[in-house]
């Protein structure tokens, strides 16, 4: 009987709250989490037991770490892991919540955003590179260079959308900017897939537009198709890597 298991995150910036209930339900079941793994969770079996979650977000500089946990254990919170700013806490049913009023919340989320900030800068800034490359390069290395730049944009295009997801979800919280916040969670996604189908219809033999329409559609299949592929993976690499006993 395997002891261990993946958990795919739905990402915290889209689905903290379905995250969270969905690792209590793990807990009633007997698996608990033990870990962050590559966009999901590492659950390990073990008794049934009620647990509720919750995460937050800090970078903590050096020895704030000891007082920073002392702090939760205090109001109830235990601490489960810790990843790149983000900390995994767990508690009985009924302990109050790490955040319990909007001002918290939206600092919290104004930390994420900032922690998110410099990744999706890095990776635009490469991608308009490679893509600029692209365009100006000879036929020899265009091809090479395009899949490269595909493949920049696939993880480009979901943190920028990150980014603006966290900044959304403080405002949310904050009360203001309704239209940009509907704008920003819902605009973006029809834009891009709309914008894909047009290049894929009018794509030609040659050229600019060909590129651009083919890398449309590499972004398109990798955004819908590489979270099933690194789900399946990740998987099987917890049933077949012999972490069990």
Not at 68 to 78: I, K
Not at 124 to 146: D, F, K
Not at 149 to 155: D, E, F, G, K, Y
Not at 189 to 203: Q, S, T, V, Y
């Amino acid at each position: 009987m395997r002891q261990r298991k993946y958990m795919m995150s739905g990402g915290l910036a889209f689905a903290e709250e379905k995250d969270m209930q969905k690792l209590r339900g793990h807990s009633l079941q007997g698996w608990h989490v033990s870990g962050f793994k590559f966009m999901g969770y590492v659950l390990e079996r073990g008794e049934s037991t009620d647990y509720v979650y919750n995460v937050d977000t800090r970078i903590l500089n050096e020895g704030e770490k000891e007082e920073y946990l002392e702090l939760f254990a205090a109001a109830g919170w235990s601490h489960v892991a810790s990843e790149a700013g983000t900390h995994l806490f767990r508690a009985q049913p009924g302990t109050k919540p790490i955040y319990s009023d909007s001002e918290t919340v939206a600092e919290k989320h104004k930390r994420s955003g900032k922690i998110m900030n410099g990744i999706a800068l890095s990776l635009i800034t490469i991608t308009a590179l490679l893509w600029i490359g692209v365009l100006l390069s000879s036929e020899t290395v265009q091809t090479s260079l395009s899949v490269i730049a595909i493949i920049s944009s696939v993880l480009s295009l979901p943190a920028v959308w990150t980014v603006l997801k966290i900044y959304s979800n403080m405002w949310r919280v904050e009360g203001r900017r309704k239209g940009l916040v509907f704008i920003i969670t819902k605009v973006p996604p029809l834009l891009a897939l709309m914008g894909i189908i047009c290049l894929a219809f009018f794509k030609n033999d040659e050229g600019v537009v060909d590129i651009i329409s083919s890398a449309g559609i590499g972004i398109l299949i990798g955004g819908f198709g590489l979270p099933l592929v690194i789900y399946i993976i990740m998987s099987l690499s917890f049933w077949f890597s012999g972490k069990r006993v």
